[in-house]
């Protein structure tokens, strides 16, 4: 919705009513039990109503005064989790698929339906709608939320989605997963059991008026192609296009549906039968991908299944080799900057292979004409982003010819009075054209980027004529903030429109425009433009002071009919808010960010996010969400965790990273004693690097195994202990020799080379 998207503004909440269950709270509390208690004990937290209209974020600071600072618990307990989205289905939709597959089926959520239509224009339908029911009576299977238990995946991440549902004295389980071995079709295959009762019916309903016709155990369209096959427990009524089947004690009733249907002439048939072989080759086709991946673990299983579970639901989204935003709506599609954040992210953990072959569509993906400086910028900040991880010179240079359009972009125009880049669109729905400062400074960023990454590969004489480039543009881009800035605002306002079209804003989201602030600063902050000057904290601070962050998150209204988007956040965009933190060494900020998007900025046990959320609950079992799953909100999630972990910094802004810091911003908790926090194979600018680290507080000792990267070793090595509170650092060695420890519990690794193993000791304060 911002930096290269338009969002279609056509749905209201009373377009797509939410049906209301009155009573208690429903099941969400049964697994968030402990932080509902934490919070109730906590009489000082907030309410709602106070949270929205403060300037600061009275929760983040709630958070990081509990005992050891912010945690997902603390964060929980605040509001019902995310559930609802304005279509027909109402419940936010699970996308499934192969990896990398063009083709995705759609899961209700809530268990109800498998490709169910949306009902709005904003939601595009593929495949022929099959919606399951229960009883006697027929009833929608998971309709009655307080009955649902679910959804959650197959070992806390796979994409093996199971749900379970109450109705009477029968509760029903329902599983559900894509098959791997037909990708260009999407089968899903669905199986239903009992967990409690006998003699209970389970009702599948093909929600399609054309000719269908029942051959073998398969349902047929009029061209005889396989539509969906069943097993010989369900019984076919062609009237009704109904499959019924009775259940009882271990009795399955299993059937597969294919999203684009199967022609048995061309196409090997899929059969119900094939269950369990299918459900082995899907785990294992993705446990596949995750093995190529750097490996985290850290105390909190949640957090474990989360970056795995986000992975995963990256190549849900990847098509072919384009990273799409979405899929199943009107942004499935590519947007440069947001698309470009995904690749980012699966290069943070390791995935090159895979993301050197997404770097190329989005190198040719079409400039937006109103946003072509904006999309240009980050082309080059992508590719060079690859280069520091992988120092591939080689696929560099066979990029040329798509970078190069990107650098001409960026240097044929420049506004004569100004010195700037010409005026474009202040972001993809506000299409006012002005001196964009987010333009400028991300173009003067990548053309910066990109003339250092050639002087590394040799390519001396374009370095030099894009360096010139991107230092003329710095000296116009801080002459005209110097000229737009309004040092009367508190912190100071630095503008996106320049030149004074843009005015400072009291509550950030009490406007349209002052919401969009909100989104395109962090773009700002990222592109380092104000890195050591005084500068370098205002736009941080005016988030933070003006209503632009809550829970750590970045906070937007659309001020239209627009589902979720009212009092809600867009947290995405605030990769570029977290990361600044982490940079300026802030970590009790940037957990709070990291624990507010795993509690409240993503669907409970299926970690799935939206291009937007309301923060105001519809009902007492969900609040909504703007067209679910996003790639790029898995990206946010992917990125802080990894910088929680490690850090390769470029701080004497030179573009080169120079300084490694392992472990800087990890959350007290994990080094409680017992506790083991392990990276294996995380890729630096430097290389890869690998650490383990055990806690053994009550025997005075902390166990930090390093093995650093040796392919470009860093200028600047830093380990840091973030112990509980009540807990500090008292030395640390390497063998016999003493290292320099400061007050932080940060020790100086730089002369240390290959594997180390540092030994701390701790003691109570």
């Known amino acids: 919705m911002s930096g290269g998207k338009q ?31 934490l919070v109730a004990d906590e009489p000082n937290v907030a309410t709602l109503d106070e949270v929205l209209v403060a300037k600061t974020d009275l929760w983040g600071d709630a958070a990081r005064q509990q005992t050891n600072g912010a945690s997902y618990e603390f964060f929980a307990g605040l509001l019902p989790p995310l559930r609802y989205v304005n279509a027909q289905f109402h419940h936010y939709p699970i996308v499934l ?29 593929i495949g022929t709608p099959v919606s399951f029911y229960v009883g006697e009576n027929r009833l929608p299977f998971g309709e009655a939320i307080r009955a649902l238990d679910g959804p959650r995946y197959e070992r806390g991440y796979l994409p093996i989605v199971q749900t379970e549902y109450r109705d009477g004295e029968a509760t029903y389980r329902e599983e559900s997963f894509a098959s791997v071995d037909w990708p260009d079709h999407a089968v899903v295959f669905a199986q239903f059991t009992l967990k409690r009762g006998s003699h209970e019916i389970v009702t599948a309903r093909l929600e399609t008026n054309a000719p269908l016709m ?16 069943f097993d010989r427990a369900w019984n076919w009524n062609a009237g009704q296009r109904t499959l019924t089947a009775q259940l009882s004690g271990r009795d399955t009733a299993t059937l597969a549906v294919a999203t684009v249907p199967v ?25 596949a991908v995750l093995a190529n991946a750097a490996h985290v673990e850290v105390p909190e299983p949640i957090v474990n299944a989360a970056w795995k579970a986000t992975i995963i639901g990256s190549f849900l989204l990847l098509h072919g080799d384009r990273m799409n935003y979405s899929a199943g709506n009107q942004y499935e599609t590519m947007y440069e900057a947001e698309s470009g954040d995904v690749v980012r992210a699966l290069m943070l953990w390791g995935l090159n292979q895979d993301s050197r072959r997404m770097i190329p569509p989005l190198l040719d993906f079409g400039v937006d004409p109103g946003l072509r ?28 010819a798509r970078w190069s359009q990107a650098v001409e972009i960026l240097t044929r125009e420049r506004d004569a009075a100004t010195g700037l880049l010409p005026r474009e669109n202040y972001c993809g729905d506000e299409h006012d054209k002005v001196f964009s400062l987010n333009s400028n400074a991300n173009a003067w960023r990548g053309l910066r980027d990109m003339a250092v990454v050639l002087g590394q590969i040799g390519d001396e004489a374009a370095a030099r004529n894009i360096r010139a480039t991107a230092d003329g543009l710095r000296r116009s881009i801080l002459a005209a903030v110097e000229k737009s800035e309004r040092r009367d605002a508190q912190p100071p306002f630095i503008p996106i429109a320049l030149f004074g079209e843009e005015q400072p804003y009291d509550a950030l989201t009490a406007t349209r425009r002052g919401s969009y602030w909100n989104l395109m600063i962090p773009y700002v902050i990222g592109s380092g433009i104000f890195n050591g000057s005084e500068r370098d904290g205002w736009p941080l601070r005016y988030l933070e002071a003006h209503g632009g962050v ?24 605030g990769l570029r808010y977290v990361d600044a933190l982490l940079r300026r060494d802030e970590p009790e900020r940037a957990i709070t960010s990291f624990y507010g998007k795993l509690a409240q900025g993503m669907t409970r046990d299926t970690f799935l996010s939206a291009e937007g959320t309301g923060l105001r609950p519809l009902d007492d079992f969900g609040r909504p969400m703007y067209l679910p799953p996003t790639s790029s909100g898995n990206a946010l999630f992917l990125w802080t965790l990894r910088s929680l972990l490690v850090q390769d910094q470029d701080l004497d802004h030179d573009g080169e990273p120079e300084t490694l810091r392992l472990l800087f911003a990890t959350p007290r908790r994990w080094l409680e ?51 509980p509170q009540g807990w500090r650092t008292i030395s640390a060695k390497i063998g016999s020799r003493e290292l320099p420890l400061d007050a932080s519990g940060t020790v100086d690794l730089s002369t240390a080379r290959n594997k180390n193993l540092v030994r701390f000791e701790v003691r109570r304060e």
């Open 97 to 125: 698929g192969s990896p990398g597959s063009t083709v995705k089926a759609r899961l209700v959520s809530n268990g109800s339906a498998i490709n169910a239509r949306g009902g709005q224009r904003s939601w595009r339908d």
């Open 550 to 573: 809550c829970m750590g998150m970045i906070r937007f209204s659309q001020h239209s009919k627009l589902f979720a988007n009212e009092d809600g956040l867009d947290d995405l965009y």
């Open 673 to 723: 004693d017992g506790k083991q926090i392990r990276i294996e194979r995380a890729p630096t600018a430097f290389g890869e690097v690998s650490v383990r680290v055990e806690s053994k507080l009550v025997a005075g000792a902390v166990i930090a195994h390093v093995n650093l990267p040796a392919r470009n070793p860093a200028r600047q090595t830093l380990l840091r202990l973030r112990l």
């Open 373 to 400: 400086f904006h999309d240009a910028a980050f082309k080059m900040q992508l590719l060079a982003h690859y280069y520091w991880l992988t120092r591939d010179a080689r696929f560099v240079r066979d990029q040329q």
């Open 214 to 229: 029942a051959v073998d155990n398969t349902i047929r369209d009029g061209k005889g192609r396989i539509l969906l096959a």
């Open 263 to 287: 022609d048995p002439s061309t196409n090997r048939p899929f059969r119900a039968s094939d269950y369990d072989a299918q459900r082995s080759k899907c785990a294992a086709r993705w446990e």
């Open 7 to 37: 969002a279609r503004i056509e749905t209201s909440y009373e377009q797509t009513p939410m049906k209301r269950h009155p009573g208690p709270m429903g099941i969400w509390l049964l697994s968030v039990a402990a932080a509902v208690r």
